[in-house]
């Protein structure tokens, strides 16, 4: 080769190089496959303004959730995401609640807390979690349960939060997740009490509705789940700096059976948002009393119901044939105890994050 050709691809090269200095060279960033998938997964689950573009990653200065189904959430709280239980109704017909176990595998959550161990609640966690390493945070029955429905019971990691059969109101305190601290309470699933005399609570039977666009496959296996043991009941908070979130996915009949309970939520730290199961066994006896119950102990600043969508018909019935219960519930808590309510009705408020989007430092919560 020439001399003067080395030269010019040399004087070239230089000039190109000094270029690339003066006026710098940004190359778009090229995301795909699975990251691609992870981000808007979270967009859809978390809304497009609440995850970063590029890397997934989730503001902490909200607490977000998106409801899939009966007391089934995916969450977001101080940039961590999480489910609370695992299971999706309906998912023969794929279009009732527009979410599956492949986005919930997609979003690559750090943990999964059980409320309870009844398949509407649990199903779906041992394949989440071998598919992602999330930690199944529960009793150890309900860590027995899931590491028993595994295809490969050794790699998921379950975090025991309290002990072998643990008595209502035992409870502990969670801090695996950096900036969330998380309180598990042991307490009481619904059950069929004789109706309180002394309550102005009355049972009713919910007006049935037969929605062409619901699920019902679900109802035989609901049905075959009857007796099933739960394996214990927890209710969780989740505190990020003053702001605490409590969700309960059953509520029992503490008056009757473990009124000591009563004491140990009203001593539990101040509850922002509570997000309550509504539905249980005792409404055709004693109506919405018991999460009424729950409301008092807790006193939380906003209630959110949940369990009272139209799952599996006709046993269950659309949300929406729930909400003037609901309300004249509310009116017998005591003006200054009374929650304002935010209503989830189905299926338009499913996979709806724009709905329960909660700022942290939000004046309404100081």
């Given at each position: 080769m020439k001399k003067q050709t080395i030269f010019s691809i040399f004087i070239i090269s230089l000039a190109a190089f000094l270029l690339v200095l003066i006026i710098g060279v940004e190359e778009p960033e090229v995301v795909e496959g699975e990251e691609s998938q992870l981000i808007e997964t979270r967009q859809k689950f978390f809304g497009e303004g609440n995850v970063d573009p590029a890397t997934g990653d989730i503001t902490k200065d909200k607490v977000i959730l998106s409801w899939i189904g009966v007391s089934n959430f995916a969450a977001a709280i101080n940039g961590h995401v999480i489910l609370l239980n695992?299971?999706?109704?309906?998912?023969?017909?794929?279009?009732?609640?527009?979410?599956?176990?492949?986005?919930?595998?997609?979003?690559?959550?750090?943990?999964?807390?059980?409320?309870?161990?009844?398949?509407?609640?649990?199903?779906?966690?041992a394949a989440i979690s071998e598919q992602t390493g999330a930690i199944v945070v529960g009793t150890p029955e309900h860590c027995n349960k899931i590491k028993e429905d595994a295809a490969n019971a050794e790699i998921i990691t379950c975090l025991q939060a309290v002990g072998k059969d643990a008595k209502p109101g035992e409870m502990s305190q969670l801090d695996f997740l950096e900036g969330v601290r998380i309180t598990a309470l042991s307490h009481i699933h619904s059950a069929v009490t004789v109706p309180d005399m002394q309550d102005k609570s009355h049972g009713f039977f919910p007006i049935k509705s037969f929605d062409s666009e619901?699920?019902?496959?679900?109802?035989?296996?609901?049905?075959?789940?009857?007796?099933?043991?739960?394996?214990?009941?927890?209710?969780?908070?989740?505190?990020?700096?003053?702001?605490?979130?409590?969700?309960?996915?059953?509520?029992?009949?503490?008056?009757?059976?473990?009124?000591?309970?009563?004491?140990?939520?009203?001593?539990?730290?101040?509850?922002?948002?509570?997000?309550?199961?509504?539905?249980?066994?005792?409404?055709?006896?004693?109506?919405?009393?018991?999460?009424?119950?729950?409301?008092?102990?807790?006193?939380?600043?906003?209630?959110?119901?949940?369990?009272?969508?139209?799952?599996?018909?006709?046993?269950?019935?659309?949300?929406?044939?729930?909400?003037?219960?609901?309300?004249?519930?509310?009116?017998?808590?005591?003006?200054?105890?009374?929650?304002?309510?935010?209503?989830?009705?189905?299926?338009?408020?499913?996979?709806?994050?724009?709905k329960l989007t909660f700022t942290v430092h939000e004046e309404r919560w100081k």
């Open positions: 695992s299971w999706i109704p309906g998912r023969e017909k794929g279009d009732y609640v527009p979410a599956t176990v492949k986005e919930l595998i997609s979003l690559q959550p750090e943990a999964i807390f059980i409320g309870h161990a009844h398949y509407d609640h649990s199903d779906n966690a619901a699920p019902m496959g679900d109802l035989k296996k609901l049905l075959g789940a009857i007796g099933e043991d739960e394996g214990g009941t927890l209710m969780y908070q989740f505190q990020v700096g003053e702001f605490t979130l409590t969700w309960n996915d059953s509520a029992g009949p503490i008056k009757e059976k473990e009124p000591g309970l009563i004491k140990v939520m009203e001593n539990l730290p101040w509850t922002d948002v509570q997000v309550g199961a509504i539905v249980g066994f005792n409404q055709y006896f004693n109506g919405l009393r018991d999460p009424r119950i729950y409301m008092e102990a807790l006193e939380p600043k906003l209630f959110v119901p949940t369990h009272h969508d139209n799952w599996a018909p006709p046993v269950t019935t659309a949300a929406k044939n729930y909400k003037a219960n609901l309300q004249q519930e509310l009116k017998l808590l005591a003006e200054e105890k009374r929650p304002e309510l935010l209503f989830l009705s189905d299926p338009e408020d499913y996979v709806n994050p724009q």
